[in-house]
Every structure is written in structure tokens, then in C-alpha cells.
């Protein structure tokens, strides 16, 4: 069946520490992969995606993900994190319709 | 570019009425539109897939009858809950696509309290 795992629930992480998001597949092909952001009681924003082509992708916000087809993942990647980066991050992938990991939910220390 | 808008932002309502939420697509033609449903603290779950001037196309477990969505034009799909019950309620979301489809665009969604 497919699938998008994201293993972690909750992450902590100290203010302008580096930070990865671990997200995994499970599709026939690859899909169409996405990274999303939410703050509390808002939609979606979409944080970067992947159809094809070069593996590392550039993102809004200094975010990045690299795509590994080896691995089946599509973690998401900041160098330094800022305490306006807390919310819940959602990986999704699919073609026409999506389906979306559970989320990992940022907490920023200062 | 490709803004969708929800309406209304929040809405409280009485066990047993119905509820209408809109989404519409501001800045294009939105020939593919879709639904989700957010529980506190989940992830979104796609209820349905809805295309212009055709029935919507149900996920499995979400009630067609409960959950009516009709998207008769390019730019508005709507969502309504009947006789609504306190488990339904939830953070609707809508997202829509254009013509080329690689990319859902998300309105800011709904958010519905049934007592």
C-alpha cells in the first residue's frame, strides 16, 4: 500500500542548531513529494517540492530537502533554526491526490 | 498566484443542522478540487476528490450522504456537513488544482464545532 511515514512526532531543537526532518515513501514509482508547514489553527504552506531531476531541493524560508531513491526519503533539511520555524511539518507525496505523513511537530528552545 | 479561500474561517453550529463551507479558487480555474479532514493533533485525511461538473469521488469510509460536495464551477467547490453530529467536528481543508495538476494549492481552512 502506499504510504508516507514520518518517524518522529516531536522534535526539539535549540535555537540556530541544525535541523532534519525525516521523512520515508512507499509508492510503486516515485511520486511527488512535498514538505508543508502549519502553524497552529492555519492551513498549509508549501515548503518546497520534487517532481524530478536534481535531488537537492531549495525551499522558502532556508529550507531544503534532499530526495535519496535508494532510501526512500525525502527528509527536509535547516541549517539554523529560528524560533518562528515552530510548527508541525507535514511530508506528502503522491500524483493526483496526495497522502500526507502524521506530522512532526517542532518545538524551538531559545 | 494561485490563492484558494475558505469560508466561513470557523463555524458553530447545533447537533442536527447542516453546514456549508465554500472554497474557491481567487486567481485561477480550478479543475480539480479536494477535501481533507484534521482532527486536533493528526495529520489531513483526504475525504474526497471532486471535479468540475462531475460527482465527487468519495474515500473509502466517508459518507457521500453526510458529506455532500458539489463543484459546479471552475472557481467553487462547497462541502456540506448534514445533520451534523459533535464527532464531526474537525479542521476541514480544501486544496485545488489547475489545469496541469502537479501542485495542490490549500485554502486556510475551516474550522467546525458542533455542540
Known amino acids: 500500500a502506499q504510504s508516507v511515514t514520518q518517524p518522529d512526532i516531536h522534535i526539539t531543537v535549540s535555537e540556530g542548531a541544525s535541523l532534519e526532518l525525516r521523512c520515508n515513501y512507499s509508492y510503486g514509482a516515485t511520486p511527488y513529494l512535498f514538505w508543508y508547514v502549519q502553524s497552529p489553527g492555519q492551513g498549509l504552506q508549501l515548503l518546497l517540492k520534487?517532481?524530478?531531476?536534481?535531488?537537492l531541493v531549495q525551499g522558502i524560508k532556508g529550507f531544503e530537502a534532499e530526495f535519496k531513491r535508494s532510501q526512500s526519503s525525502f527528509n527536509l533539511r535547516k541549517p539554523s533554526v529560528h524560533w518562528s520555524d515552530a510548527a508541525e511539518y507535514f511530508c506528502?507525496?503522491?500524483?493526483?491526490?496526495?497522502?500526507f505523513g502524521a506530522g512532526t511537530r517542532l518545538a524551538v528552545h531559545p | 498566484g494561485a490563492v484558494v479561500s475558505q469560508h466561513p474561517s470557523w463555524v458553530i453550529c447545533k447537533s442536527g443542522t447542516s453546514v456549508k463551507i465554500e472554497c474557491r479558487s481567487l486567481?485561477?480555474?480550478?479543475?480539480?478540487m479536494f477535501w481533507y479532514r484534521q482532527f486536533p493533533k493528526q495529520s489531513l485525511m483526504l475525504m474526497a476528490t471532486s471535479n468540475e461538473g462531475s460527482k465527487a469521488t468519495y474515500e473509502q469510509g466517508v459518507e457521500k450522504d453526510k458529506f455532500l460536495i458539489n463543484h459546479a464551477s471552475l472557481t467553487l467547490s462547497t462541502l456540506t456537513v448534514t445533520s451534523a453530529h459533535p464527532e464531526d467536528s474537525s479542521f476541514y481543508i480544501c486544496?485545488?488544482?489547475?489545469?496541469?495538476?502537479?501542485?495542490?494549492?490549500f485554502g486556510p481552512g475551516t474550522r467546525l464545532t458542533v455542540l
Open positions: 520534487y517532481f524530478s531531476g536534481d535531488t
Open positions: 486544496s485545488a488544482t489547475d489545469r496541469g495538476g502537479d501542485e495542490q494549492f
Open positions: 486567481d485561477f480555474q480550478a479543475t480539480t
Open positions: 506528502a507525496g503522491g500524483y493526483n491526490k496526495l497522502i
